[in-house]
C-alpha cells in the first residue's frame, strides 16, 4: 500500500522567512503533485513533477523531485501572508493497470504571521 | 463551464436515508474523479470514470456507495443507508484525460453531515 507523508503537518512562519516542506512517500514513482487548500476552498493545482530531478517554481514557491530518495519538497522563499493555506503532495498508485488515482499526504497547513 | 460545478453546497441528512451528490465537470474534461476528505482519513480517492470506459471503482468503501456518469458529462455520487462515518467533504475533480501528469481540476465539494 502506497503511503504518503508530509512534515511538518502544521507550519507557523514568519513573514520574510524562508522553510521547506517535505513529501515523503512508500513506493517507485515519478509522478508528484502539489496542490494547494485555502479554508473553505478546494485545491487547486500548484506542481506537476514528473522526472528525477524535476524542479518547478511559481513565485516564492519552489518544488522538486527526488525519486531515488522517493522525496519532494516544497520551498518557500519570503513567505508572504498570501502563502497562508493547506499544501497537499499526491502521488499516483501506479498498479501497473492504468489506474489514476491519487494516494495524498495529510497536507501541511502554513500560517504565515505579519 | 468555468470550472467543476458541485451541488448541493451543504447536506444535512439523518443516519439511515440516502443522499445524492452532483457534479458537473469542465466542459470537454474526458475524465472525472470523486474524492473524498474527512478530518481523521485525509483525502482518500473513490472512484474515476473515463469516457466511455468502465469506471475504477476500487476506492469505494462499501456497497452503500454508487456512481453514475451520465452522456460522459455529469457525474451523480450515491449513498444509501447513510451512516455518521460518511460525513466528510465530497470532492469531484476532471482533467482533460485521464492520464499520468494530468492536472486536476476540483469543484468546492459537498460538505455532508450524517446526524
Known amino acids: 500500500e502506497l503511503k504518503v507523508e508530509q512534515n511538518p503537518l502544521f507550519l507557523s512562519m514568519q513573514e520574510g522567512k524562508n522553510y521547506t516542506i517535505y513529501c515523503n512517500y512508500s513506493t517507485t514513482s515519478d509522478r508528484l503533485y502539489w496542490y494547494r487548500q485555502d479554508p473553505g476552498k478546494s485545491l487547486e493545482s500548484l506542481f506537476v513533477l514528473l522526472s528525477n530531478g524535476a524542479v518547478k517554481q511559481e513565485g516564492r514557491l519552489m518544488a522538486s523531485l527526488d525519486t531515488k530518495a522517493r522525496l519532494s519538497t516544497l520551498h518557500i522563499t519570503a513567505a508572504v501572508h498570501d502563502l497562508s493555506a493547506t499544501y497537499f503532495c499526491a502521488v499516483d498508485t501506479d498498479s501497473g493497470a492504468g489506474s489514476y488515482q491519487l494516494t495524498f499526504g495529510k497536507g501541511t497547513k502554513l500560517s504565515v504571521i505579519p | 463551464g468555468a470550472g467543476v460545478s458541485q451541488s448541493p453546497s451543504n447536506k444535512v441528512t439523518e443516519k439511515g436515508k440516502d443522499v445524492e451528490l452532483r457534479c458537473d465537470p469542465i466542459s470537454g474534461h474526458t475524465a472525472l474523479y470523486w474524492y473524498r476528505q474527512s478530518l481523521g482519513q485525509g483525502l482518500e480517492f473513490l472512484i474515476y470514470?473515463?469516457?466511455?470506459?468502465?469506471?475504477?471503482k476500487s476506492g469505494l468503501p462499501s456497497d452503500r456507495f454508487s456512481a453514475e456518469r451520465t452522456g460522459g458529462s455529469v457525474s451523480t455520487l450515491t449513498i444509501q443507508r447513510t451512516q455518521q462515518e460518511d460525513s466528510a467533504v465530497y470532492l469531484c475533480?476532471?482533467?482533460?484525460?485521464?492520464?499520468?501528469?494530468?492536472?486536476?481540476?476540483f469543484g468546492s465539494g459537498t460538505q455532508l453531515s450524517v446526524l
Open positions: 475533480a476532471s482533467s482533460l484525460v485521464a492520464s499520468y501528469g494530468e492536472k486536476l481540476f
Open positions: 470514470f473515463q469516457g466511455n470506459s468502465a469506471p475504477d
